[in-house]
């Protein structure tokens, strides 16, 4: 439904009309200057030829000092959605299981379905803040789980996990010796502190995947990295050499200059989509939806009892605002997902037509 929905949206716009795009996490802000620059200025010096599978060794080097790791800890990755794929390649691909927490972003599901593998999806609801419950959790451990996905903060909640629980998935992690894999894409412009998996282990029995799209507007460049033991980075290295072979020098080159700009950069884009939230949470409480305040960017999760989301967003996108419903993310009809990835004006457009929709 998620892609119908958008390639809807693409037909409708393609005809002339216009439309106000909150369906995906696709940041409308453009990439910095100081990224692009350092772009082409590395193109230019000729860096443009085969490189490492690892990825180059200043950038692994500075993002293994970022999180306190070495730098053999670090591979770079084409995207973070690379990262999760070929995590989930190596540890799923002779069977076993996978848990998920729902809702969830889908691709965890299709690529474990893609592998062979079966997943065992993990309810959450709104009315407990999206809490894990830990209970049933370690219920659907079994011998077969090999990995337990997490995504802090949470797409399409924008939730953050609480210390508390998160301290109760890991311990229960160790004692039955499954692996978490935490995709913490949007953790570095959270609005709330958000603990990382790594501050619990430092032998990287835990794994993070996470990249740069998010917090410098580089969706298109494809660049992130997993952070893991040197054995899983080496295997990852050994994918990467018989498929992307390398990430482009000088998009790494760009993603160094990122990370030196990383904490002015960080805080303007906090400070905007913390605005479009708290517009997004007034205009939504007064249309009468019940949702989590957003924690993190860039999405708002509403719900509203009786609503059909699949028919609500199709007949949404023709009133010109495209959202994704609530069955993209997994048995949530009730909720759709607003991304508010757009400039500032148009979200309130958008917002004020949702509103009309379920007056």
Excluded: C
């Excluded at 084409?78 to 990262?83: A, H, I, V, Y």
């Excluded at 002779?94 to 474990?112: E, K, M, Q, R």
């Excluded at 419950?133 to 011998?143: A, G, N, P, S, T």
């Excluded at 993209?328 to 958008?350: M, N, Q, V």
């Amino acid at each position: 439904m998620l892609y119908e929905i958008n390639e809807k949206a693409i037909r409708l716009e393609s005809e002339g009309k216009k439309i106000i795009r909150l369906n995906l996490g696709d940041p409308d802000l453009a990439t910095p200057d100081e990224i692009i620059e350092a772009a082409y200025a590395s193109m230019k010096a000729g860096k443009t030829k085969y490189s490492s599978s690892y990825g180059e060794n200043k950038l692994r080097q500075k993002l293994a000092e970022l999180h306190g790791v070495k730098a053999e800890n670090v591979v770079i990755t084409p995207g973070s959605k690379w990262g999760v794929f070929a995590t989930m390649y190596l540890m799923m691909k002779g069977g076993g299981n996978v848990i998920i927490p729902t809702p969830y972003w889908t691709a965890y599901d299709l690529i474990a379905k893609s592998l062979g593998a079966e997943t065992k999806l993990l309810r959450t609801e709104m009315e407990d803040g999206w809490k894990v419950d830990l209970d049933k959790l370690e219920r659907l451990i079994d011998k077969n789980t090999r990995m337990i996905i997490l995504n802090n903060p949470n797409n399409p909640t924008s939730k953050v996990i609480d210390v508390q629980t998160l301290d109760g998935i890991v311990e229960l992690a160790n004692r039955k010796g499954v692996t978490i894999l935490s995709d913490e894409v949007y953790g570095t412009i959270s609005f709330v502190k958000t603990k990382s998996i790594l501050e619990y282990d430092g032998e990287q029995t835990h794994i993070l995947t996470t990249g740069f799209s998010k917090t410098f507007s580089m969706t298109g460049w494809r660049i992130g990295y997993i952070i893991a033991n040197k054995q899983l980075v080496d295997k990852i290295t050994k994918l990467n050499q018989i498929t992307i072979n390398n990430v482009p020098v000088f998009i790494q080159d760009a993603a160094l200059k990122a990370l030196e700009l990383q904490k002015e950069l960080a805080k303007k884009i906090k400070e905007e989509y913390e605005q479009r939230a708290k517009l997004a949470s007034t205009t939504l409480t007064k249309a009468g939806f019940s949702f989590t305040k957003p924690e993190a960017p860039f999405y708002v999760f509403p719900k509203m009892s009786g609503l059909d989301s699949e028919k609500f967003t199709l007949e949404l996108l023709d009133k010109g605002v495209a959202v994704a419903p609530g069955t993209s993310f997994g048995d949530y009809r009730e909720h759709f997902r607003i991304s508010l990835t757009a400039p500032r004006a148009e979200i309130k457009t958008a917002l004020d037509k949702i509103s009309e929709a379920v007056g």
